[in-house]
């Protein structure tokens, strides 16, 4: 039997083997059987997703390099509700923030009391006084606020341009140029994985390595010029009040390259209050100019003229006899004035207007198959591929088309039965001021990368609808119409070519008996034109005899060249000649 100090060194010596056993088991347990656990937590930890703050969004900038969108410091404004400690300090905390993120008390409490979540967005995009003052609340009081700086995009001339400039969520969707090139616009974050310090952010060696690199947005240059877009907004403006217009467009362009100078229309929207539109009010956002087709009128006589010329069917020495009515189709089609004019050439058609000629050019002169190629060739019935969203095609009902008939071959070659967008109908006449060639619209002059690299856009054309003769002849009686009929369209100095056009508005019965969308359409100066004008006023509420292309949108026109030509330093053609005193 054990006494004294060798039964207490026994003891001793069982009980260090025991604490050994159990440290070992420890180890063991640790390090073998838990260990993918521990190695999972310590990586959640030290290796996590990091980034740096989103570089800005392109911009956009008007042909002259003026700001049209561009972007202003905003920030995500959020709570790491894990490490809130208190009940107390969610109530007090959201009696803080409420006046600075402009949210209830009683919401803001619910979210930072959350449970099932470490983080809660508290507000998407605060900016200003308010963000200084939430600086100073994280500093001094609320440490597990979250302000990630971000962009919000800012219209630097408000509503100006808003159906070109458009608008976009964080998807993408959205109108106008801002979505069509939502792609290009959008900055390439710096987001990695890998090791972080306690505060999150990337070791130093990871940042001398070049592993981070955020990458700005492309900035575009549209071919809008400000000053141009301003004074045709204010000359729709004008021309809306002055005639009660419901609504109207008027499309700028350069006939030889396509270019988009101006293009206005109303009603309109502020792209910077998008959201505090209402659901019913979101159509504001469509833009009229190549989303919304409307029968164009007589303005698509010079289509049909040109398509009859080019065809060889006319010529210079061309009659018919205008009895003031011609059936077809079982359709008796009737001038608009309900006279007779007797014989009639090409020119008096276009001077006088006349649907009874333009009919005869359609159904005895061409016919269906030969009308409708050129109907097609100058691009109707298709999209014209600018870069804007929701451009629609039109309508063209073609004889292959089940609900085409004999009529619409009369009705179409003056412009009912047939519907267009502002833009296309731009489009095609100004091959007619281009000596035949059709050429693509565009909006983005040029494109500028983030490294400096800047892409300008080549202008394209879209086709050859008629020959250079055919076109020009065409050009020469719009100018003799112009100079002869079109008093309140002519411009001192700058010889116009052009045509007008009042179309009736269809209705499920047929076409409303009273209210017309009047038109202008034209270019210039000849013989050589650097324009083309297209002016469309919705419904205008004046005096019905006066509801005409000629007595509405014919002045407006005038007062967009006269001014136009001013702007773009084109100098008169012709003297200017003093009218007499």
């Known amino acids: 039997m054990l006494r004294g100090p060798e039964a207490r060194?026994?003891?001793?010596?069982?009980?260090?083997?025991?604490?050994?056993?159990?440290?070992?088991?420890?180890?063991?347990?640790?390090?073998?059987?838990?260990?993918?656990?521990?190695?999972?937590?310590?990586?959640?930890?030290?290796?996590?997703?990091?980034?740096?703050?989103?570089?800005?969004?392109?911009?956009?900038?008007?042909?002259?390099?003026?700001l049209l969108v561009g972007n202003a410091p905003i920030y995500v404004v959020g709570a790491d509700v894990s490490i809130i400690a208190t009940i107390t300090d969610t109530v007090e905390a959201a009696a803080d923030l409420s006046p600075l993120l402009g949210r209830d008390v009683a919401s803001l409490q619910a979210d930072l009391a959350v449970k099932d979540r470490t983080w809660v967005r508290l507000a998407w995009a605060i900016g200003g006084e308010a963000a200084y003052e939430l600086e100073d609340l994280k500093a001094e009081k609320w440490y597990w606020l979250t302000l990630e700086p971000t962009w919000e995009r800012y219209y630097a001339e408000g509503a100006l341009a808003s159906h070109t400039l458009g608008f976009s969520n964080e998807r993408g969707e959205g109108y106008g140029v801002e979505a069509f090139h939502y792609r290009l616009l959008k900055p390439q974050p710096a987001v990695a994985q890998g090791e972080v310090d306690a505060a999150s952010e990337p070791y130093p060696e990871e940042m001398a390595?070049?592993?981070?690199?955020?990458?700005?947005?492309?900035?575009?240059?549209?071919?809008?010029?400000?000053?141009?877009?301003?004074?045709?907004?204010?000359?729709?403006?004008?021309?809306?009040?002055?005639?009660?217009?419901?609504?109207?467009?008027?499309?700028?362009?350069?006939?030889?390259?396509?270019?988009?100078?101006?293009?206005a229309s109303r009603p309109c929207y502020d792209p910077a209050r998008r959201s505090e539109y209402t659901e019913d009010q979101r159509d504001l956002f469509v833009d009229p100019a190549v989303s919304i087709p409307y029968e164009p009128g007589s303005v698509f006589k010079v289509i049909t003229a040109a398509a009859a010329v080019d065809s060889r069917g006319v010529g210079p020495g061309w009659s018919y006899y205008d009895n003031g009515a011609l059936e077809y189709g079982g359709v008796v089609i009737r001038n608009s004035d309900r006279e007779a004019h007797g014989t009639q050439d090409l020119q008096g058609l276009l001077s006088s207007s006349l649907n009874v000629g333009?009919?005869?050019?359609?159904?005895?002169?061409?016919?269906?198959?030969?009308?409708?190629?050129?109907?097609?060739?100058?691009?109707?019935?298709?999209?014209?591929?600018?870069?804007?969203?929701?451009?629609?095609?039109?309508?063209?009902?073609?004889?292959?088309?089940?609900?085409?008939?004999?009529?619409?071959?009369?009705?179409?070659?003056?412009?009912?039965?047939?519907?267009?967008?502002?833009?296309?109908?731009?489009?095609?006449?100004?091959?007619?001021?281009?000596?035949?060639?059709?050429?693509?619209?565009?909006?983005?002059?040029e494109r500028r990368y983030?490294?400096?690299?800047?892409?300008?856009?080549?202008?394209?054309?879209?086709?050859?609808?008629?020959?250079?003769?055919?076109?020009?002849?065409?050009?020469?009686?719009?100018?003799?119409?112009?100079a002869d009929r079109y008093d309140k369209a002519r411009v001192p100095g700058y010889p116009m070519a052009g045509k007008s056009g009042t179309a009736q508005i269809p209705?499920?019965?047929?076409?409303?008996?009273?209210?017309?969308?009047?038109?202008?359409?034209?270019?210039?100066?000849?013989?050589?034109?650097?324009?083309?004008?297209?002016v469309k006023l919705d419904r205008p509420q004046i005096e019905t005899y006066l509801r005409w292309g000629t007595q509405t949108a014919g002045p407006v026109f005038q007062s967009v060249a006269s001014r136009l030509f001013v702007l773009l330093g084109i100098p008169p053609t012709e003297p200017v000649v003093e009218p007499e005193q």
């Open 209 to 263: 390595q070049g592993k981070l690199r955020a990458i700005q947005g492309t900035d575009l240059t549209l071919t809008i010029d400000r000053t141009i877009q301003a004074f045709v907004e204010g000359q729709l403006d004008k021309a809306m009040a002055d005639y009660g217009a419901y609504g109207g467009t008027i499309l700028v362009m350069n006939p030889k390259t396509g270019a988009i100078l101006a293009s």
């Open 507 to 534: 209705t499920s019965g047929g076409y409303d008996p009273v209210e017309v969308i009047t038109s202008f359409i034209g270019f210039g100066p000849m013989p050589d034109p650097e324009v083309v004008i297209l």
């Open 9 to 66: 060194l026994r003891l001793v010596s069982v009980l260090f083997a025991l604490v050994f056993v159990v440290i070992i088991g420890r180890l063991v347990w640790l390090q073998v059987i838990v260990r993918a656990d521990w190695k999972k937590e310590v990586d959640t930890l030290l290796d996590r997703p990091y980034g740096l703050p989103s570089p800005p969004p392109g911009v956009i900038l008007d042909r002259n390099g003026d």
């Open 358 to 445: 333009a009919a005869t050019l359609s159904t005895q002169i061409m016919g269906a198959d030969v009308f409708y190629r050129y109907v097609r060739a100058f691009g109707f019935g298709q999209l014209t591929g600018i870069e804007l969203v929701a451009e629609v095609p039109g309508f063209v009902h073609l004889p292959t088309d089940w609900d085409w008939t004999d009529s619409t071959l009369a009705t179409n070659s003056f412009g009912q039965g047939i519907a267009v967008t502002p833009l296309q109908l731009v489009t095609a006449v100004s091959a007619l001021a281009n000596h035949g060639t059709m050429m693509a619209p565009y909006v983005v002059a």
């Open 450 to 482: 983030a490294d400096g690299t800047v892409v300008p856009t080549t202008p394209r054309p879209l086709g050859q609808p008629v020959s250079r003769a055919t076109a020009d002849y065409i050009a020469e009686l719009m100018a003799n119409t112009v």
